[in-house]
């Protein structure tokens, strides 16, 4: 299913007060660089940083051009959490968001939370490319690295990394104002936080490096997706977003080498799912990058097996953008005998049987699809989906009522939900499913008055009005407390 939410662009910047640099810096000696980033338990505690995670989530979910792509999102938090298994130190839940940004970066923050730019599916050759990026995230979350710079900071400037905080979540809600105030709050403390900063990214760098190498992937892959950085500088007048924040003096690439070179190149072949990744992005979300598309299309068409099922994916996908549906259809089908149980050519085409308005065929195939994976959560949204464009709308109630209990932090849940409610007339579930998308994204005002207008709907004393009353109690006290998110 093709779910698009649009919000406005945000210019994401963060990773430069969170460090989540993506370019490392190694050391020759894996073993000599200090573990400074583990404590930091005096500043914040751990469920401060889960909270405060949890308050910045719901602001970028309201200000940035997320992906909600079941699929895209899937991918990345299963190979995300490929990798924390196989972290150090880790005391937080960790979530995977996808940004649609043509810029390459990326960025964590607060609570276990890393945010990727869409762009690192063009540049990363392969997946422990994509991985190593993944792994220096994670690294800065597990050793608390933004927790131990306000730390280090407390004692000489003990109001501006709250101030920056502030800043940062005022940015999100409304940027010109954000970015005066940020710019501000950072002019006196700017020198410091760059010495706290090679610190960090080099601890980064090594713990990353670790969790790579034990995940499987090629730990050379680091020091291969730096070069890539660094061949693009040569081409461009202003050089990628990434290293604006990040610089590359030759240095780190010499040090990226020598701490990749103490291990021996692991074979590490890229999963059929990193590809259709890949080429989903680019055919579906970046608009402007057909060349690229057209030359890893080309590329893929001429490897080994999985690449050419990428390619002919690939293909499918720029048809059925092209509203070529029934040539889209041919090749899906040809994929579909091969592998009849891959979500991604399922997905594509369900979409297709909606588009020709064959909506029974996408129903059948989805839930013969939920008999071999009942829990496949791009499975289950997808047939929501089918049955709301079906008209089987209780159908769709019922599973979407399932799915946003499992699943309360999908903004496609509620608004499926939403919208399966108001084809039944239902204005009350309507108004409780617009709310919860609502605060989602940080909007509490009009959750609480969706939330407000349904208690005002129902029987005086009735369960529902008691049900919506205590939810209006539970938003207040969401919404107080992210106001007070902050050291």
């Keep these: 299913m093709t779910k698009k939410l649009k919000y406005p662009l945000l210019a994401v ?38 909270i405060m995670g949890d308050a910045i989530t719901r602001q970028i979910r309201g200000s940035t051009p997320l992906i909600y792509d079941p699929l ?36 964590a923050y607060f609570g276990g939370n890393v945010v990727l730019h869409s762009a690192l599916f063009r540049y990363s050759q392969n997946e422990s490319q994509l991985a190593s990026v993944m792994a220096h995230e994670i690294s800065h979350v597990t050793q608390r690295h933004l927790a131990r ?40 403390m700017q020198q410091g936080m760059i010495s706290f900063t090679q610190a960090n990214e080099q601890e980064a760098d090594r713990i990353g490096l670790q969790t790579l190498r034990r995940s499987g992937f090629d730990p050379h892959a680091m020091a291969d997706f730096m070069q890539i950085m ?37 074979s590490a072949p890229s999963s059929l799912d990193f590809m259709l990744a890949r080429v989903r992005i680019l055919s579906m979300y970046s608009a402007d990058q057909k060349i690229a598309l057209d030359q890893i299309l080309d590329n893929y068409s001429k490897g080994n097996a999985q690449e050419q099922l990428a390619a002919k994916y690939g293909q499918a996908l720029q048809l059925s953008q092209d509203k070529k549906y ?11 005998a ?22 029974g065929k996408a129903v059948t195939r989805l839930q013969n699809a939920l008999k071999k994976s009942p829990k496949n959560t791009v499975f289950i949204v997808n047939l929501a989906n089918a049955y709301v464009n079906s008209g089987q709308y209780q159908d769709a109630s019922k599973l979407l009522n399932k799915y946003t209990f499992d699943y309360p ?17 239902d204005r009350n579930a309507e108004l409780a499913a617009y709310a919860e998308g609502m605060a989602l994204r940080g909007n509490y005002d009009t959750a609480i008055n969706y939330l407000s207008e349904a208690s005002r709907r129902s029987r005086l004393g009735s369960y529902d009005q008691l049900r919506f009353d205590a939810r209006i109690d ?8 992210d106001s007070n998110a902050k050291p």
């Design 13 to 50: 910047f963060m990773s430069a007060l969170i460090h989540g640099a993506i370019l490392p810096a190694y050391s020759s000696v894996e073993d000599t660089l200090p573990d400074i980033g583990t404590t930091a338990g005096g500043t914040l505690s751990i469920n401060q940083e889960i």
């Design 230 to 266: 660094s061949d693009q500088t040569r081409y461009m007048s202003k050089p990628p977003e990434i290293l604006l924040t990040h610089p590359l003096p030759d240095s780190r690439l010499a040090d990226a080498r020598n701490r990749s070179n103490q291990y021996p190149k692991v």
């Design 474 to 481: 539970e938003l207040t006290r969401l919404k107080e407390r």
């Design 409 to 425: 932090d999908d903004p496609i849940g509620w608004d499926l939900l939403a919208e399966a409610s108001a084809k039944q007339g």
């Design 326 to 336: 029934a040539e889209a259809g041919a090749i899906l089908s040809e994929l579909l």
């Design 149 to 188: 710079m306000m730390e280090d900071q407390k004692a000489t400037t003990p109001l501006a990394i709250a101030g920056t905080i502030g800043s940062l979540l005022l940015v999100m809600a409304n940027p010109q104002a954000g970015f005066a105030a940020l710019t501000g709050t950072m002019a006196g």
């Design 72 to 107: 895209l999102t899937q991918y990345i938090n299963k190979l995300g959490q490929r990798l924390v298994t196989n972290a150090d130190s880790v005391k937080t839940p960790f979530k995977f968001y996808l940004v649609n940004n043509p810029n390459i970066n990326a960025y």
């Design 338 to 359: 091969k592998q009849p149980d891959n979500p991604w050519f399922i997905d594509s085409m369900t979409d297709i049987d909606i588009e020709q308005k064959q909506v």
